[in-house]
């Protein structure tokens, strides 16, 4: 039995690792539940699973989620330091990151210092610090399992294999907008943005996704997650989104890892590693796919994905720039505030405006995520 601690509970990622939980009773024991806001749909989880510890993140919910629970043995906290003390219980084997954006970064360090293996599906805490945390999880020698589909992909095609890498390749669906051009993308609506055709995911993920931000936030992730420079990352669409992504050898050797667009595989993957369990989840069938096509990623068009690649380039804290300045127009866009091409315009104004920290701390990066926010606010605004 492992005990598992779920931080984002109750987003996309968090029901869809209870499912996989509640398909294996006798393998997973929840025993942390967090949420930022949705306070009803934790309370619903935390009846069903009956987890040791439940945390919501908006302190003035804090109430009613007591309220719910006062006849359960459940201790209920409240607030972004309760994260960060929950995460460090004894008895803890996994933490399942699955926080949007920045937050994640703070409690997954703690979680790190404490010894707990990381499932991570806050791909942001590695962009934003991905030096700092990679060399934390070695000095505690702590296990960052992916949660992400293109790099639970590459992870399982590394099991094994004592090859050096050449080159990975993270397959991209192309989101809703692939193939199309600059006029059309000036006038798209949130509506259209959030329209998937491959994947049931989050609001922030999906536009990003129709981005293409999330591929080049997942570059970022790929770079310190695999050990690799820049040049041996690359990105290539391709629409059916069964290859989730690709390894290739110095052998000239390919190996990629396939199968139909369900987070709930790379979930219960990294729940079980090293172990395979089985799952009724729904199989893939050749025939259903006579055909699999590959393109080039437009990065001309979608200026998303060549802004992430330059901010690896330039390293220190320009990754973290990106992620806060996208954060925050993402968020806008939602709200109507902005247009789908000026997002990427605040992106490459904060790139160059605010200040460039070369080797930057902890601290660094919280001070680059706060004034970027400040400054990409500001530029909306403008707008």
């Given amino acids: 039995m492992k005990n598992i601690a779920i931080l984002g509970s109750t987003g996309s990622i968090g029901t869809q690792a209870l499912a996989v939980v509640k398909a294996n009773p006798t393998l997973f024991k929840i025993q942390v539940l967090t949420a930022q806001s949705n306070v009803s749909l934790l309370i619903e989880q935390a009846l069903e699973f009956e987890p040791d510890v439940v945390v919501i993140g908006d302190e003035d919910k804090f109430t009613e989620l007591k309220e719910a629970l006062k006849h359960k043995n459940i201790e209920v906290k409240a607030g972004i330091n309760a994260l960060c003390e929950v995460v460090v219980l004894p008895s803890l084997a996994l933490v399942l990151t699955a926080l949007v954006g920045f937050a994640g970064l703070k ?22 610090a991905g030096d700092l945390v990679t060399s934390l999880a070695k000095e505690y020698k702590v296990k960052i399992l992916p949660v992400d589909s293109e790099h639970s992909a590459i992870f399982q095609c590394l099991v094994g294999e004592k090859s050096a890498i050449e ?14 051009n600059i006029e059309f993308l000036s006038t798209v609506t949130r509506q259209q943005a959030l329209k998937h055709p491959n994947w049931v995911m989050g609001a922030k993920i999906t536009i990003d996704s129709a981005s293409l931000m999330n591929k080049g936030l997942e570059v970022i992730e790929a770079k310190w997650l695999f050990d690799l420079e820049v040049d041996q990352i690359d ?11 690709i390894v290739q050898f110095t052998d000239g050797s390919m190996k990629a890892q396939m199968g139909l667009p ?33 393109e080039k990623a437009d990065t001309q068009t979608f200026r998303n994905l060549a802004l992430a690649f330059e901010a690896l380039n330039k390293g220190g804290n320009m990754p973290c720039i990106v992620n806060a300045a996208n954060e925050v127009v993402v968020a806008e866009f939602l709200n109507e505030q902005i247009g789908f091409l000026q997002m990427s ?19 660094d990066y919280y001070e680059s995520d706060k004034q970027t926010r400040i400054f990409a606010k500001e530029l909306v605004t403008s707008i």
């Fill in 107 to 128: 409690p997954t360090i703690a979680a790190i210092k404490a010894g707990k293996d990381i499932a991570l599906a806050n791909k942001e805490t590695l962009v934003v």
């Fill in 235 to 245: 990105v290539i669409v391709h629409p059916q989104s069964i290859i989730h992504s």
């Fill in 262 to 294: 369900d987070m709930k595989l790379p979930i219960q993957y990294a729940l079980a590693y090293p172990e395979r369990i089985q799952s009724d989840f729904k199989r893939f069938n050749f025939l259903d796919y006579p055909s699999f096509t590959f």
């Fill in 167 to 180: 080159k990975i390749y993270l397959t991209a669906s192309g989101g809703p907008f692939r193939g199309k």
């Fill in 345 to 363: 315009e605040v992106i490459e104004t904060c790139m160059a405006k605010l200040d460039f920290v070369q080797q930057p701390g902890l601290e």
